[in-house]
């Protein structure tokens, strides 16, 4: 699936993998080409029920993977990783020496955007680059709903 890629800074609405998410997506409204599933997660030492739901797709010439985390039936966080052409012909051991690379695709691609800096606070929520212990890079997004990430956001840009 062909799919448009962008991210809206002033609503917070993100258009990718063939949906526009924003915080009153709900799991259930999802396209069949999502995958679900349902875990309980702890969040600031609290069992949450959540499902995550993930899909991939490309815009242009890049792979496009999204996964949505939602909390008590609502959206809190995207998750959105872009991988080029060339990443995805690497070799394993070439693909984690390419992290520093990843991350500044991912950074280029928000300043794209109008994401001027990593992370940016912003009235609907937060965004950032990040990497996590297996160093795959991903766009984090997340939202007014996310209590955690609301208390911890940057400074509005």
Known sequence: MDTVLHLDTA??????????????????????????RAETAHVEGQLVDCVFARAAATSGDMTVQL???????LLVSCFLTLTTPALRKLEDADFYGSVDQRHRFHERWLATMGVARSP???HWGSIGVA???SDYVYIYLHNLNNRWAHRHQPSPQ
């Not at 917070?12 to 679900?36: C, M, N």
């Open 120 to 122: 940016a606070g912003f």
């Open 67 to 73: 996964q949505l985390r939602f909390e008590k039936e």
């Open 11 to 36: 609503s917070g609405r993100l258009s990718a993998a063939g949906i526009i998410v924003d915080t009153d997506t709900l799991a259930d409204d999802l396209p069949a080409h999502f995958t679900k």
């Open 131 to 133: 990497r996590d212990r």
